[in-house]
């Protein structure tokens, strides 16, 4: 997720609205065991996950990035001068930030399991992750999976994993391409040595490309294993799905041209090869095991109004139009157990209110069997800015309290996340903290 990219996202947000506005494409509501009229390619019937789990408490959740050491593990743990005090250090590090979250009484941990082509388990599909000793495919020793599963699980905290479902790698250094070469020789080896031909580069990175029907089935054996082999308690994809920047369009025209027979354009192609992606792993997991969750956290705008009238009274990037997700869509046909928007931004935002997205959000999921967490932008508090000086007024704390009152006001929220961990730990937000721990705290 996320804001690795974070002046993309920005910029994508500011982005003018005075292009010719789409088709409008409004997603019908259709009853969740037939699903809309089918698409070229497309399954007829969706699958049903379980009843809506609306008895639960409400989340209150945190991101913990591993995707370039953001959250853990701790950069210097990689140059410890042995395995077992590396191993040491990153084990301590992890129990010290699940202590501090169970004081402030999170009790959902969004741990990113696959923050790029690799993993953070001991897989038969994926090479093991550089954040852990600095070479991809090198054993760390341990399974730091199991180790946050155990750990969390035992101060009463449950485990979703946060999976990127395409990136591959973070850039496409010289440097980055030699080590994925190195894979190689290794079992298993990186699926950019694999199945080139299913990389492509975008917004400056080695992605896979979501056209080619493989590549999916790939992403779902992947998701298949953890849930198999894992107690975890839910399964999470962030919005990263067709992931672009102005510069560094995704090349996917031959794939286009192999695949889109029978789509009136582009477009429309690439929201149905969202929409496979997201029904194959809904049904997998459901049928491996019908109690762990599905969610989706995409960018908070589906479409805006201007572009469609089923659309929020936003001017934002929409995750429909620039990342190609029907997200409203999966929602209504019941593919997912929740959705968490990305609502980073205050409630004086005139281009993307939060009041008006968290509403517009409540209203979308009224109907169905979806519960609905809302993403909060922890990273945003005390950090000037003359767009949105709201975070830094009174360290930001009556920003968050009026969020927070909103999701807890509207009965169709039943939780919040906050982006992301290290933030909890920040200069700027130690006001923001100290009211959560009054508000959420054990």
Not at 16 to 40: D, N
Not at 53 to 75: I, K, M, N
Not at 433 to 440: E, G, H, I
Request: positive net charge.
């Amino acid at each position: 997720m996320r804001k690795t990219a974070m002046l993309a996202a920005a910029a994508l947000l500011l982005a003018s609205c005075a292009s010719e506005p789409p088709h409008s494409l409004v997603t019908p509501f259709p009853a969740p065991t037939t699903g809309a009229k089918a698409q070229p390619g497309s399954s007829a019937k969706l699958p049903v996950p379980p009843a809506s789990r609306r008895d639960q408490p409400p989340v209150r959740g945190v991101w913990l990035a591993t995707v370039s050491r953001l959250d853990w593990p701790p950069a210097s743990s990689v140059n410890a001068s042995s395995p077992m005090l590396r191993i040491s250090q990153q084990q301590q590090a992890l129990r010290d930030k699940l202590d501090k979250l169970q004081r402030l009484g999170i009790n959902t941990l969004f741990f990113q399991v696959k923050p790029d082509g690799t993993a953070l388990w001991q897989s038969k599909i994926l090479p093991w992750s550089d954040m852990l000793t600095g070479r991809i495919g090198q054993d760390p020793g341990y399974d730091p999976l199991q180790f946050v599963l155990d750990e969390a699980h035992k101060r009463g905290m449950k485990v979703h994993a946060w999976f990127n479902p395409y990136r591959v790698s973070v850039n496409t250094h010289a440097a980055t391409v030699a080590a994925l070469n190195r894979t190689l020789s290794l079992q298993p080896a990186s699926i950019f040595v694999l199945h080139r031909d299913w990389v492509r580069i975008a917004g400056d990175r080695f992605v896979l490309d979501p056209g080619i029907p493989e590549a999916r089935d790939w992403i779902t054996s992947i998701v298949a294993e953890v849930v198999e082999r894992y107690p975890i308690d839910g399964v999470q994809f962030d919005d990263y799905f067709y992931s672009e920047s102005p510069g560094s369009a995704l090349n996917d025209s031959q794939t286009y041209r192999t695949y889109g027979k029978g789509f009136a354009s582009k477009a429309d192609w690439r929201r149905h090869n969202t929409q496979q992606l997201i029904e194959q792993v809904s049904r997998t997991i459901h049928e491996l095991k019908p109690d762990v969750e599905f969610g989706v956290s995409p960018a908070g705008v589906w479409r805006n109004r201007s572009h469609d009238a089923a659309g929020s009274e936003t001017r934002g990037a929409a995750a429909y139009d620039e990342s190609y997700a029907d997200t409203r869509r999966w929602v209504q046909q019941g593919l997912l157990d929740y959705i968490a928007p990305q609502l980073y931004w205050p409630f004086s935002r005139s281009a993307a209110r939060y009041d008006v997205l968290a509403r517009w959000w409540a209203n979308v999921v009224a109907a169905s069997g979806t519960r609905l967490y809302i993403g909060i932008a922890l990273y945003k508090v005390g950090e000037p800015s003359k767009l949105e000086p709201d975070w830094t007024v009174q360290g930001g704390v009556p920003e968050l309290k009026k969020q927070l009152d909103l999701n807890e006001s509207l009965p169709q929220i039943q939780g919040t996340i906050l982006f992301r961990e290290n933030y909890l730990n920040q200069p700027q937000t130690r006001e923001a903290v100290n009211y959560l721990r009054s508000r959420w705290g054990n």
